[in-house]
């Protein structure tokens, strides 16, 4: 955004130098990135008066001209410029002038060229006529400036120039704004900060805002059919006008802050929006049909030609601007071709209006569609200001193109706007800001940025009602902010002494977990990821699947209100995106062992016991991908392909090192697009993640050529029921002995084996203190169908156990085996 620092002096005359002000906008927030100087002095430069011009007798492109430049004799002066006449005014620098003129090698370089006599093609020339750009008041370098008649021969041009109403020197400073404050995107609102930090006065522009109705409302009529992303549209009639060149001073602020002028009618509209930041644009109101301004959206795919003369396909939902037949602008972003303001428009209608502004980010991002109109509404323009914006315009266009007002104006709203009000305690706002500063203070550096106070009796807090172009501050802290940024963030000392606690800080045991858990996976081979928390829309709503932990909740994905782009555009489900989008690239840049792991939060608007933000719930999960080769190829090594088994180990691993209880891993049945095969994973039957193989059409979306395989599990879930043991403590070991038993047994060969332990560990309760399977047999000495299986029994107590009740216990959990799942004690 750039500002004009001689425009700026309009609205606060604050005595500094362009650096010193820079230092102070920068210091309160609106970082100024760059400062170019526009124009010089234009010392030794003169009013001149070409009495002839006759040809270059060496040269058929150049001319030999006498000017007068004031009471001595005229002087030869050579000039190749085109538009050049006998009788014509213009501006002569006089020989030893300095002029910043652009480079050669960098058009937007100014480079000091010193004016001297020289002989050009066998003529001397004493001196140089001048364009607008050799000049510094203007862009047109196709020819010389020509001045008006009455211009007086032989003065100082920087005298007739500053008349004009035009600096000569002036800078422009280019300021980074950020996206929260939308009220510094125009002059006016630079200057507000600048009085409240300088203690001047702002000085608005004086502005006579006409009611609604009178002859305008029967002239035109405004209604607003997309009511949900259109809150007010304004429109004045200006009649009369004729539609020319700009007068020099508009021009020279317009060209200060990179605008090229076109003509009065829209240098005007574009004038305001710089001034004011509200965006403006103006219809050739003999075009309108039926004399109408509907704002609507499209409800289907629609072509439309705008202002640039560009063909654009718009999507459906596209909101429009049209009159009784057919669309005439894309609101908030580009007028159309079928109501451009021409030379021969007599009548403008002029529109002001508050357009929602996720609306038009969509349909400028769409369309790729970049203007200072988009620009502007993107960040929430003041929705009170459409109005006075409005009306500047008609008075500007009535006194510079002759034009008359249509008494009254036309204004539709959609939704009744109430200023936010927010209560400040003094006592909070010191604290946070670190300095006693009085109520009077707050109250006078709020009310300069155009809020309104009311004090407390104790003075101790204050009913602040917040002003419409400030939409980024909602909260009490918020003030507290503006509060220490307009007193000054290097006015606030260091403080003397910080409390230290005279003891250890206790690291939380959740927090402990987490680090243990990343030192056995870097342990185990496996990188730690961070991925982006955003995701396009479609690819958090693929990913928000039941067996995932991010959609067990089911709700919907968090969109982001603002996002900067569609790749931004939603809050992610599931850690498994931004990973296989690294897996991809690695696959493919060579990598041919991947082993990977994030922790990190995911967030789903449903509700839950975990809910901080009702509606909102998120989540910790830790995710785990494997894919490729098992080891780095080697001599002596044996290379293999990872599988399910490779991580449901790890799996295994993880939950034992947290002491989860009765952990299972049950197969799935129901199909999903993101896994091919899974196994939920729970916990004394609460989900606490799942195991799964990525299916083929993920991986062809990702590019990964070799099978992947995940773990993505609740950390949130599993930190809790871990709680219990995260703390460690002393356990003295047994002094009673242990008696192991095998058992075998032989199952059909679809039975899971899992089901098996969990069957022997209910069955076997008191006295069974742990099972693990030794050998699994699938061959000639057994039936085809049927599969052996053998497991080590422990059995122990805290007093020395006898064979006859471990034999009693270890029949039990034969016969339940055999009842349960057909299962023969293998001899």
């Not at 009085?195 to 607003?224: N, R, Y």
């Not at 918020?478 to 307009?486: G, M, P, Q, T």
């Not at 690291?507 to 056995?520: H, K, S, T, Y």
């Not at 080891?631 to 090594?637: P, T």
Request: aromatic letters at 6%; hydrophobic letters at 40%.
């Amino acid at each position: 955004m750039i500002i004009s620092n001689h425009w700026l002096s309009d609205y606060v005359s604050h005595d500094l130098s362009v650096d010193d002000l820079a230092e102070l906008l920068t210091m309160c927030g609106l970082e100024v990135e760059g400062i170019v100087q526009i124009g010089s002095s234009l010392d030794g430069v003169v009013i001149g008066h070409v009495l002839t011009c006759e040809p270059h007798p060496n040269a058929d492109r150049l001319r030999l001209c006498s000017v007068k430049i004031g009471e001595a004799e005229p002087v030869t002066i050579v000039c190749g410029a085109p538009n050049v006449e006998a009788g014509q005014k213009i501006a002569v620098a006089t020989i030893g002038s300095v002029l910043h003129m652009p480079s050669r090698e960098d058009p937007n370089e100014k480079i000091a060229v010193t004016v001297r006599k020289s002989k050009i093609r066998g003529e001397v020339s004493f001196g140089m006529i001048c364009s607008e750009v050799e000049l510094g008041v203007g862009d047109d370098q196709d020819g010389i400036l020509v001045l008006d008649h009455e211009a007086p021969v032989g003065e100082a041009f920087s005298d007739w120039i500053s008349e004009e109403g035009v600096p000569l020197v002036d800078h422009a400073i280019d300021i980074a704004i950020t996206p929260n404050r939308p009220d510094a995107v125009c002059h006016v609102g630079v200057a507000r900060d600048v009085a409240a930090l300088t203690g001047k006065q702002l000085k608005m522009p004086e502005i006579d805002i006409p009611d609604h109705g009178k002859a305008a409302t029967d002239e035109f009529s405004v209604t607003i059919e997309a009511t949900d992303v259109c809150q007010e549209y304004v429109g004045i009639l200006v009649r009369d006008i004729r539609v020319d060149e700009s007068p020099r001073w508009l021009k020279q602020r317009l060209l200060a802050v990179g605008l090229r002028p076109r003509n009065n009618i829209v240098d005007i509209t574009n004038y305001v929006m710089y001034e004011l930041g509200q965006p403006l644009h103006g219809f050739d109101f003999d075009t309108l049909a039926d004399s109408k301004i509907i704002v609507r959206k499209t409800s289907g795919e629609t072509e439309f030609v705008t202002l640039d003369g560009n063909k654009r396909t718009l999507p459906a939902g596209t909101m429009m601007i049209a009159d009784g037949e057919r669309d005439i602008a894309i609101a908030g972003i580009m007028g159309g071709e079928n109501s451009e303001v021409t030379r021969e428009t007599t009548s403008v209608l002029i529109e002001s209006a508050y357009f929602d502004p996720v609306q038009i980010r969509r349909t400028a991002r769409k369309l790729q569609i970049q203007t200072d109109a988009s620009y502007r509404f993107e960040r929430g323009v003041d929705p009170c200001a459409q109005a006075r914006a409005a009306a500047r315009a008609a008075e500007l266009m009535v006194r510079l193109a002759g034009g008359t007002l249509v008494p009254g104006m036309v204004s539709a709203r959609s939704v009744t706007v109430k200023p936010t009000r927010v209560t400040l305690r003094r006592a909070r706002a010191n604290a946070l800001i670190g300095v006693d500063l009085p109520a009077a203070k707050m109250v006078s550096l709020l009310e300069a940025i155009g809020f309104e106070i009311q004090i407390s009796d104790d003075e101790e807090s204050f009913d602040c009602t917040i002003p419409t172009f400030r939409p980024d501050i909602e909260r009490e802290v918020d003030i507290i902010e503006e509060v220490a940024r307009l007193y000054g963030f290097d006015k606030i000392p260091e403080p003397v002494r910080s409390s230290v606690p005279d003891h250890a800080v206790e690291i939380p045991a959740q927090r402990l977990l987490r680090e243990d858990i990343r030192d056995r996976l870097a342990a185990l081979g496996f990188r730690e990821l961070y991925t982006n928390s955003m995701l396009r829309l479609e690819t958090a709503e693929a990913f928000q699947v039941d067996i995932l932990p991010g959609g067990r909740l089911g709700g919907n994905i968090v969109k982001t209100l603002n996002p900067i782009s569609q790749e931004m555009a939603a809050l992610r489900p599931s850690l498994l995106p931004g990973t296989l989008a690294i897996a991809g690239y690695n696959a493919n840049h060579g990598r041919k062992s991947l082993r990977y792991f994030e922790i990190g939060n995911v967030q789903i608007r449903a509700h839950s016991n975990e809910s901080i933000i009702d509606g909102y719930t998120e989540k910790e999960l830790l995710l785990l991908v494997v894919s490729g080769d098992d080891a780095a190829s080697g001599l002596h090594q044996d290379v293999r392909k990872m599988d399910y088994f490779d991580l449901k180990g790890v799996a295994e691993t993880l939950l034992r090192a947290v002491h989860l209880a009765e952990v299972r891993f049950e197969s799935g049945t129901s199909q999903f697009p993101v896994a091919s095969s899974y196994s939920i994973i729970t916990s004394v039957g609460e989900y606490v993640g799942v195991l799964g193989e990525l299916s083929a059409s993920i991986r062809k979306q990702y590019d990964i050529p070799a099978p992947l395989f995940f773990l993505e599990l609740d950390w949130s879930t599993i930190s809790r029921l871990a709680e219990p043991f995260l703390r460690k403590r002393y356990e003295a070991f047994s002094r009673f002995p242990v008696v192991e038993r095998d058992l075998a047994v032989t199952v059909g060969a679809n039975t899971p084996v899992g089901k098996l332990l969990q069957q022997i560990r209910e069955s076997g309760k008191p006295l069974l203190s742990g099972v693990s399977v030794f050998d699994l047999y699938e061959g000639d000495q057994i039936d085809s169908t049927m599969k052996s299986v053998a497991f080590s029994l422990k059995f122990s107590a805290d007093r020395t156990l006898v064979d006859k009740e471990v034999d009693l216990c270890f029949d039990g959990i034969v016969k339940v085996l055999k009842s349960e799942s057909g299962a023969e004690l293998r001899r």
